[in-house]
């Protein structure tokens, strides 16, 4: 006897339910398209306006900030600590920026999206003080030399080993614009992601010194210029988040920057820059959201004209059966 499975009826396994097919008619077809265009283009623009009406003043200072004496030389000035790093420019801004400004670095030519850059950190450590020996895919920053104990590296890895420490103050008519360095960081990343009871050890105490220190009293959570850092960009021209002025710059207003030019982009022809900008609902200037609006509305308006004018020049009725290709060539089935 043949084995055979019985199975219980039901409408869904018979595929007996209710269904609704919508059938695209000219019609609908025109009016889905018309609809898109009429509210992507009014969008695109809105977006396009907030992005042009946003005030961005950059300033490249890794070339600018080097001394003629070592603009052929530029490694021996950046690694000599006996060298003074200060360098102090002035900048006229041209329109008004209302505050608040958000005070950016930007390197270029920076892969932090490298794969071995991008591994070399243990988020078990970042965030519970009794992993601070997780370090298993930190190397080389992973434990102090043995001269100095071999002890783990908190937070460890080169991420963290590599931590951007130019510094920058503003001023002016004679007058500090004070920096606010609080909420720079995604509250995500400091609750979930770095340990309030989880503190530096052993950082940039070794031979080789990436970038900036790290206050040893301070947890981790509230160390927001690491959280930023530890952000990896995707890109390898990248802004980050330094710091928010809360007060408003005139137009035509004097402002004197000082940079202390500590971060070693001269080794692999990095650049540095410091950038000033304001914000709208679209966040800063980036003008590729509203012409992708108006791009996808404007195509969007082209079909529904291209079909509205195919039906009307070459109408025929929906679901005519004469169009099928078997009843067009009768011959072509024998």
């Keep these: 006897m043949p084995w055979r499975v019985e199975f219980e009826y039901s409408r869904f396994s018979q595929q007996e339910l209710d269904a609704w097919q919508p059938i695209l008619t000219p019609s609908w077809a025109i009016s889905i398209f018309t609809v898109i265009g009429l509210i992507f283009i009014p969008v695109g623009l809105a977006s396009l306006f907030a992005s042009e009406s946003v005030v961005e003043v950059p300033f490249r200072y890794d070339d600018e900030c080097l001394p003629p004496d070592y603009k052929d030389d530029a490694l021996e000035y950046i690694q000599n600590d006996n060298i003074n790093k200060t360098c102090t420019r002035n900048l006229t801004i041209k329109n008004k920026m209302k505050a608040p400004i958000y005070v950016y670095y930007q390197l270029g030519n920076f892969y932090q999206n490298h ?9 078990k450590q970042l965030r519970n003080k009794a992993s601070e020996n997780d370090v298993g ?39 500090d614009l004070v920096i606010n360095k609080k909420n720079i960081a995604w509250k995500s990343d400091q609750l979930a992601k770095f340990g309030s009871d989880v503190y530096p050890k052993n950082f940039q105490i070794g031979g080789l010194i990436g970038g900036a220190r790290l206050n040893e009293s301070i947890p981790l959570s509230e160390q927001e210029d690491l959280i930023v850092w530890m952000r990896t960009a995707a890109l390898p021209t990248f802004r980050k988040l330094y710091g928010k002025i809360e007060t408003d710059i005139e137009v035509n207003e004097e402002v004197m920057l000082v940079i202390e030019n500590n971060y070693n982009t001269y080794e692999f022809g990095g650049r540095k820059s410091l950038v000033l900008s304001t914000t709208t609902w679209v966040g800063g200037r980036n003008h590729f959201l509203g012409m992708a609006y108006i791009l996808i509305g404007g195509v969007s308006l082209l079909l529904a004209v291209g079909f509205l004018l195919l039906y009307v020049m070459q109408p025929r009725p929906l679901g005519d059966p004469s169009y099928l290709s078997w009843n067009r060539n009768p011959g072509s089935l024998r």
């Design 137 to 175: 895919s930190c190397s080389p920053e992973d434990y102090t030399s043995t001269e100095l104990g071999h002890k783990p590296i908190v937070p460890c890895g080169i991420i963290a080993w590599s931590l951007f420490n130019d510094t920058y103050r503003i001023s002016s008519n004679n007058k």
């Design 115 to 123: 794969r071995r850059y991008v591994k070399s950190r243990d988020d």
